[in-house]
Nanobody, 123 residues
Framework: QVQLVESGGGLVQAGDSLRLSCAASGLADHPYVMGWFRQTPGKEREFVAAISHGGNTYYRDSIEGRFSISRDNAKNTVSLQMNSLEPEDTAVYYC?????????????????WGQGTQVTVST
């Protein structure tokens, strides 16, 4: 059984940093792409960042340079370092896994999802 568990969310002020982590289990020995998505009420879940098994990274245009995704394949973890947070970054952040190495920005391609962690950035 695949399980993705996010941690690290919280309430911070604009300009602060947060580091989200995702612990994956049950994925077996498969080169999954790991991604982070976020969602606010009334809006679609949107792509934030992704990283391939080999370490290729992909980012949403609006966050590139502020966020950094990384993974530890030995520990089956993926992290999202978020710097210079803005109120517009407020959302529930989800960790996800996909075996599609091409359409890494498409949420429909992700088969497994975590429960999400809330990030709130105040002014």
């Amino acid at each position: 059984q695949v399980q993705l568990v996010e941690s690290g969310g919280g309430l911070v002020q604009a300009g602060d940093s947060l580091r989200l982590s995702c612990a994956a289990s049950g994925l077996a020995d498969h080169p999954y792409v790991m991604g982070w998505f976020r969602q606010t009420p009334g809006k679609e879940r949107e792509f934030v960042a992704a990283i391939s098994h080999g370490g290729n990274t992909y980012y949403r245009d609006s966050i590139e340079g502020r966020f950094s995704i990384s993974r530890d394949n030995a520990k089956n973890t993926v992290s999202l370092q978020m710097n210079s947070l803005e109120p517009e970054d407020t959302a529930v952040y989800y960790c996800a896994a996909s075996n599609d190495v091409v359409f890494v920005r498409s949420r429909e391609r992700y088969r497994y999802w975590g429960q999400g962690t809330q990030v709130t950035v105040s002014t």
